[in-house]
C-alpha cells in the first residue's frame, strides 16, 4: 500500500478537546430530558428551544455591550467575515446517551455565544451552516425537530437580535421549508433589515453546489431576455447572483468547522477561495468563547497574499 506523508498546509489548524466545555455550556444545575423540547432543571420542566440552565437564564444575549478584545487579538487584524460549520450536534447527543434533539438545542446555545461575541469584538459579519440540501435524508422526525427549533428560535431571539441591531438573512432553497417558518422568515428579514451592528447569516436548504447552480440559471436568464451578452458575464457579476449578495463583505475571511472533520462539506464553494481554514477538534456544543478566541488567533497569525507575494 502505498503512504505518503506530507506537511500540513498553514492554513490548517487543529485544537484539543476541552474536557470542561460541556460544564460550561449546561452548568452543574442542568439536565437534559429525552423529550424533544423539554428540559429539566432544579427550577422544574419547562418548553424551551435551548438547553437551560442557571446561568442562562440570567445571562441574556447582549451584544450592544462593549468588550475590549481579549488579550493578543489585535482590533486591525479582525475578520470582517467568519464563517462557522457548525458539525457535531448528533454526535455530542449520542456521546452522553442524548437523542439527537438535545444536542441540536445544545448547539443553539453555542451559536447564541458565538453571535454575542463577534457583535462585542467587531466581526460584521457571521454566516453559520444550519442545515445542508445533504441533510434532507435524515430522519423525518428529526428534520421535523430542527425545522420547529429554527423557527421557534427565530420568534425568541428576534426582539433581542432586533435590539441589538443585528440583521438577520436566510440563505438556500426555501422550497421545501414549511409556510409557518417561511413566514417567520420574512418577519425576521424585514424586522431586521436596517439594522448595521452584525449581519447574521443563516444557510438553510443551503449547498455551494445548488448557489452556483442558481446563480448560473439567473445569469442565463439575463441572457436570453437580452438584458446582459455573454460577453458580459464575469465574477463580478456571477458574486452578484449568489446567495451571499445581501451582505456587503460575500467572502468570509475566515472558515471555522468543529468537529475533527476535514472538509468544507458543500459549503460556499465559491466564497471560499482565499478564506483562511480553521479546524476545530471540539463537537459544536463544547466549542464557545476559549475555542474562539484560539481560532481568531490563528487567523492574525496568517499572511494572507491573495495569489501575490510580500516583499
Known amino acids: 500500500m502505498l503512504s505518503l506523508r506530507v506537511p500540513a498546509p498553514t ?9 470542561g466545555a460541556l460544564e460550561r455550556r449546561l452548568g452543574r444545575d442542568c439536565f437534559l430530558s429525552f423529550s424533544p423540547g423539554l428540559v429539566e432543571n432544579r427550577r422544574g420542566i419547562g418548553f ?3 438547553v437551560r440552565s442557571e446561568k442562562s437564564e440570567t445571562t441574556p444575549f447582549t451584544a450592544a455591550e462593549e468588550e475590549t478584545l481579549p488579550e493578543g487579538l489585535q482590533p486591525e ?3 470582517k467575515h467568519v464563517a462557522v460549520i457548525m458539525d457535531g450536534n448528533g454526535r455530542w447527543a449520542k456521546n452522553r446517551g442524548l437523542q439527537p434533539w438535545d444536542g441540536h438545542r445544545a448547539g443553539v446555545e453555542a451559536l447564541r455565544e458565538i453571535v454575542e461575541l463577534c457583535g462585542r469584538w467587531g466581526i460584521q459579519v457571521l454566516t453559520v451552516f444550519a442545515f445542508s440540501t445533504d441533510n ?7 428534520i421535523d425537530f430542527l425545522l420547529n427549533l429554527f423557527e421557534r428560535t427565530l420568534k425568541s431571539e428576534l ?4 435590539k441589538n441591531n443585528v440583521r438577520i438573512s436566510i440563505i438556500g432553497d426555501s422550497s421545501k421549508l414549511p409556510e409557518s417558518l417561511l413566514k417567520v422568515i420574512n418577519e425576521v428579514e424585514e424586522v431586521t433589515k436596517n439594522n448595521t451592528r452584525l449581519q447574521l447569516i443563516v444557510a438553510v436548504g443551503y449547498s455551494g453546489k445548488y448557489d452556483v447552480l442558481q446563480a448560473c440559471r439567473g445569469i442565463a436568464q439575463r441572457v436570453k431576455d437580452g438584458e446582459i451578452g455573454v460577453e458580459e458575464i464575469d465574477e463580478r457579476l456571477i458574486e452578484q447572483e449568489l446567495e451571499t449578495n445581501c451582505t456587503e463583505f460575500p467572502y468570509p475571511d475566515l472558515l ?3 468537529s475533527g472533520e476535514l472538509r468544507v462539506s458543500n459549503f460556499l464553494l465559491w466564497q471560499l477561495a482565499y478564506t483562511e481554514l480553521f479546524f476545530a477538534q471540539e463537537l459544536w456544543p463544547d466549542f464557545g468563547r476559549s475555542g474562539f478566541i484560539e481560532a481568531l488567533m490563528s487567523f492574525q497569525q496568517r499572511q494572507r497574499r491573495f495569489g501575490g507575494r510580500k516583499s
Open 11 to 19: 492554513s490548517l489548524y487543529f485544537r484539543r478537546f476541552n474536557a
Open 48 to 50: 424551551g428551544v435551548g
Open 77 to 79: 487584524l479582525m475578520p
Open 136 to 142: 434532507w435524508i435524515r430522519p423525518k422526525i428529526e
Open 159 to 162: 426582539e433581542t437580535l432586533a
Open 256 to 258: 471555522i468547522r468543529t
